[in-house]
């Protein structure tokens, strides 16, 4: 074939035998040439994944601007400075430019995530061109390159093997698979899944053991982890539920202020004979009465607020607009390994022909115990004695101990070997120094076994020497002809071991078969004539990554707040079942390979992700496409990884949630929270905060709209009545900017109410503003109205000038909305309890600071001048807090009046 017609269109590299590859791509064993070299190079371009798209940052700085919250603040800043507040007018600006620099900062942030796959792949290569090795620029390699790799490499390309010995490779990044894939350079099924394809390295893994030789088949944007990349960056980014419902919140309220004001302009002059410059002030008294300034500013606040609620219980905001959309969570998308799981292999059960052994403890700690069927003590086996030490001397791995936590240097289930024996009373330095290894046959993926050669000091004084067999059971009992039973050995009983593999497998564990051979002191080398027959089976060890014990109780609190939970895992179905049973996911959880995802039509993808609780061997394609299922359907969707395969559908979730601890830098930068102790259940510590922060936001407009809202009826009334307006609009800001936000700031460090996780996810296009808010606000905006009206008329007649019956309206709305806050705090429970009655610190210093300021307010000359205030008597104030009283009363009847008829 010549160079030219090399194409490098997806091909099934795996089902082709080594031969086909090559000559597909035009290579050999010796290399390309380098003239060839280079022409490839010119063709295909350097492997390395293109540089992220980047928004121009001044773009990018100015988008912050574009949401209704900023107009909102831009609108109060611009009224501010028309009615002469300068001051106020600069300090709206300053906390929008603030807004604005904190959104382009972390905005700057997330475009990292790009940049985060490309640090992935690695810097220099060994390669072979024209015979001889090279250690090359990893960009410089081309499809057709042969690439040599060893343990301790990351693999440069993706690479379709052509020799391999002991070959294994950790594939975490792109299955999610914990324990390490073996690699032969044998073909597979064209449709096996990612993590089957045995015969394929792929670009940025990493090797752990044994060597290999492969040819580059695919580098840059065509690996594996570039067609992630590319995914990553064809994923757009989501509104939040709390953006979308603000912003046409925002755009209705301004439709309707327009509206207002240009009606009431024309009343004024038509019908109450104003002159238009008298009008265009009341239209300006109106405008500032119904724009709520601080709003917008209260709420940023109240995310601000539980963006550190959150950080407290160890999960991290990267968007502030996160904090809200995790209380509208439905549904939790959630890998295993290492977020349901701990990542660490652990021997469950031990079988021999005489017991079935349960080993309690997770991790690699030396710490559990065994126990019977019963759970109680077992009796003494010494096949189980010796199954043990043959987990600890045929295993090379190492337990250490670094800041009270254990770790695995070697493979993961050598390593739970490890820590099975110590549970066993073994201490595995005495036991490896006393059983001196003396030769090896190291695992190999082709013939699935490892065999060590060991000084036996049991053997008596003649000595002797004793072989350790482990491997994939069935391959160590076709090894087999006899099994041990106690001192003898009885004739191997194939049947029943089947049954016994048949069944750890069911319970979702990984099997390893264990046998032993004595030999005599003049064996001093193994080879594998030597263990192919003749070998006593021991018996069997199966292994979990155990769920975290948080994690079956976050799990069973999603349920009870009506979240579902979806397992999307790139491990086997026996294995993802199996967990999803002890999680209690879902009552029956179902299972579906992802396999069956490909070519399945969106539509009906959209009633499988309903019903399918487990979703296996999961690509990140399938992923994503899960994902954009049960947003089509309505979902507001979190997703959980902590590898680079989880990225795209990471940032395509309305929340994305990435491992801290364990996960890839491309999982932490397309996330938008990050999880600091890699703890599910600080998913679900998020979701109760972001509930609290959505029923603290509610509350803010639920308590904000009315004061508003009195204010405008008051100015419409007056114009209807054709009397002097009961405040001036530099009075009316006094209100909103001043003593609204300090009040309304309060709400924001309102504590969870008590049923805050035992009722169900709001729907995703719920209105911030529901059926019973809007009832509230238009009838408190009416009590409002009729009490500051009132005391208008109350001063007037009492003899007060306009400048005193004003004061006393400003000072009856305060008091109002002081008396309002106590009773907003709980929306539908009663206020009237010693908690309720006493509020919290937040909420005593606000009220005490209002209280200093309308002192000034009334009392002060210099606040005379500039609101045109006056002196208020004490009895007239004592009236002023009887409104109050008789207000907080009113909404106690009206709160038990709604809860009976469910309003």
């Known amino acids: 074939m010549k160079p030219a017609e090399i194409v490098p269109d997806p091909v099934a590299w795996h089902a082709q035998s080594g031969e086909e590859v090559c000559a597909a791509l035009a290579t050999s064993l010796d290399g390309l040439a380098h003239d060839e070299a280079a022409r490839r190079l010119d063709r295909f371009g350097p492997n390395e994944l293109p540089p992220a798209a980047r928004i121009h940052p001044v773009l990018r700085f100015l988008a912050q601007f574009n949401n209704a919250l900023i107009y909102f603040l831009l609108s109060a800043a611009v009224a501010a400075i028309a009615l002469g507040h300068v001051i106020d007018g600069a300090v709206i600006v300053v906390v929008v430019l603030v807004n604005a620099i904190v959104g382009f900062i972390q905005e700057g942030k997330a475009e990292r995530a790009l940049d985060a796959i490309r640090d992935m792949i690695a810097p220099h290569a060994v390669v072979l061109r024209e015979g001889e090795r090279h250690t090359l620029d990893t960009r410089q390699i081309v499809p057709g390159d042969i690439v040599v790799v060893e343990a301790g490499d990351k693999v440069p390309a993706d690479l379709r093997l052509l020799r391999a010995r002991g070959l294994s490779a950790d594939e975490a990044i792109l299955t999610g698979e914990s324990v390490p894939a073996e690699k032969t350079e044998g073909p597979v099924a064209p449709d096996a899944a990612l993590g089957d394809r045995a015969p394929i390295l792929h670009s940025g893994t990493l090797i752990t053991t044994g060597q290999g030789i492969g040819v580059a088949v695919a580098t ?15 994923v757009q980014s989501l509104t939040t539920p709390l953006l979308r419902q603000i912003n046409a919140f925002g755009t209705r309220f301004t439709w309707f202020a327009i509206a207002t004001a240009a009606l009431l302009f024309a009343f004024a002059t038509l019908f109450r004979g104003y002159d238009a410059l008298d009008a265009l002030m009341v239209v300006v008294a109106l405008a500032v009465g119904v724009v709520p300034e601080g709003l917008p500013a209260v709420i940023t606040i109240t995310l601000a607020i539980g963006v550190r609620r959150m950080a ?41 022909a005489a017991s079935l052994t349960a080993v309690s403890g997770t991790g690699y700690a030396p710490e559990g115990r065994f126990s019977d069927a019963d759970g109680a003590e077992p009796l003494p086996d010494p096949q189980r004695d010796t199954l043990i030490r043959a987990g600890l001397l045929c295993n090379d791995a190492l337990l250490v101990e670094r800041e009270g936590q254990w770790a695995v240097l070697g493979d993961p289930m050598e390593g739970a070997l490890v820590a099975t024996a110590a549970k066993a009373g073994l201490h595995p330095e005495t036991e490896r120094a006393a059983w001196n290894r003396l030769d090896e046959i190291p695992f190999d993926a082709q013939h699935r076994f490892m065999a060590t050669l060991h000084d036996d000091p049991q053997a008596g004084p003649q000595g002797g020497r004793r072989i350790f067999v482990k491997g994939a059971p069935e391959r160590v009992l076709a090894m087999c002809g006899a099994q041990a039973a106690g001192d003898a050995a009885l004739p191997l009983d194939a049947g029943y071991w089947q049954e016994c593999i048949d069944a750890c497998a069911e319970g979702g564990e990984r099997v390893l078969g264990f046998a032993t ?35 079956i109780a976050a799990v069973a609190e999603c349920r009870s707040a009506g979240i579902a939970i979806k397992m999307i895992t790139g491990d086997h179905k026996g294995t993802a079942a199996a967990i999803a049973r002890q999680l209690a996911i879902a009552d029956d959880p179902k299972v579906l390979e992802g396999a069956a995802l490909d070519g399945m039509p969106d539509e009906r993808l959209r009633r499988v992700v309903e019903e399918v609780s487990v979703f296996a061997r999961a690509t990140p394609e399938h992923k994503l496409r899960i994902v954009n299922a049960l947003q089509a359907n309505g979902h507001i969707v979190a997703m959980t990884g902590d590898g680079v395969n989880d990225a795209p559908a990471v940032k395509q979730a309305d929340v994305g949630v990435a491992m801290g601890r364990k996960g890839t830098e491309a999982a932490k930068e397309a996330a938008q929270m990050v999880l600091l102790d890699d703890n599910f259940a600080s998913i679900v510590a998020a979701v109760h905060e972001g509930r609290t922060v959505y029923d603290n936001i509610r509350k803010v407009i639920g308590w904000t709209l009315p004061t508003n809202g009195g204010e405008v009826l008051c100015v419409i009334l007056a114009i209807f009545l054709g009397v002097t307006l009961p405040m001036t609009p530099v009075q009316i800001l006094w209100i909103n900017m001043i003593l609204t936000v300090t009040l309304g700031l309060v709400l924001a460090f309102e504590p969870s109410e008590p049923d805050v996780m035992g009722r169900p996810p709001r729907p995703r296009d719920a209105p911030i503003l529901s059926r019973f808010l809007v009832w509230r606000i238009g009838f408190v905006s009416v009590l409002f109205m009729l009490g500051a009206f009132g005391i208008f008329a109350f001063a007037l007649n009492r003899g007060y000038d306009v400048e005193g019956a004003r004061t006393m309206v400003v000072n009856t709305l305060v008091v109002m909305e002081i008396f309002y806050l106590f009773n907003v705090r709980y929306l539908h429970r009663s206020s009237f309890s010693l908690i309720g009655a006493m509020g919290t610190p937040a909420v005593l210093g606000a009220v005490a600071v209002v209280v200093g300021a309308q002192v000034l307010f009334t009392y002060a000359p210099f606040m005379h001048e500039l609101f045109d205030s006056a002196p208020v008597a ?21 709160k038990t009046l709604t809860r009976r008829f469910s309003l």
């Open 220 to 234: 840059g944007p065509r690996t594996e982890i570039g067609r992630i990349s590319d995914m990553i960056g064809a």
């Open 517 to 551: 051979l004595a030999t005599g002191p003049e064996v001093e080398r193994l080879d594998f004539a030597m263990v192919e027959s003749g070998l006593t089976f021991l018996g069997l060890a199966g292994f979990i990554d155990p769920p975290r014990d948080e994690a």
């Open 312 to 352: 407290a219980r160890n999960a991290v905001v990267r968007r502030l607009p996160a904090v809200e959309t995790l209380g509208a969570t439905s549904v939790i998308c959630s890998d295993k390994t290492g977020t349901l799981t701990r990542n660490e292999m652990t021997v469950r059960h031990l079988v021999t």
């Open 874 to 894: 004490f009895v007239d104030g004592l009236v002023i807090v009887l409104v109050g009283v008789t207000l907080m009363a009113i909404l106690e009847i009206e």
